[in-house]
């Protein structure tokens, strides 16, 4: 059973940074990928980033590409830092694992385990 945490949202003024972590659990990730979705209130739900475990590919969605980062560790955690955030960035951030590709995908539906989500809020 894969089981996905994520941690590290709150409340941030615009220019600001935020940290998130995913704390993944329940398989060995090596030949997966791991991305980052967010959804705000009335829109769908939108790729941020991801990361192929196995080599650490990185893919970013324009909005947040020089921004963000994306990265992962030896003990099972994804991160993301989120830097320059702006208030579009608003929206509740989810953890997703892929475990049927090889090659990033940007659509949610090619995610089968997803996270709780947390929060992230950025004022003006």
């Known amino acids: 059973q894969v089981q996905l945490v994520e941690s590290g949202g709150g409340l941030v003024q615009a220019g600001g940074s935020l940290r998130l972590s995913c704390a993944a659990s329940?398989?060995?990730?090596?030949?997966?990928?791991m991305g980052w979705f967010r959804q705000a209130p009335g829109k769908d739900r939108e790729f941020v980033a991801a990361i192929k475990w196995s080599g650490g590919i990185t893919y970013y969605a324009a909005s947040v590409k020089g921004r963000f980062t994306i990265s992962r560790d030896v003990a099972n955690r994804v991160y993301l830092q989120m830097n320059s955030l702006k208030p579009e960035d608003t929206a509740v951030y989810y953890c997703?694992?892929?475990?049927?590709?090889?090659?990033?995908?940007?659509?949610?539906?090619?995610?089968?385990?997803w996270g709780q989500g947390t929060q992230v809020t950025v004022s003006s």
């Open positions: 997703a694992a892929d475990t049927s590709n090889v090659m990033i995908v940007t659509t949610y539906s090619a995610y089968e385990y």
């Open positions: 329940g398989r060995t990730f090596s030949r997966y990928i």
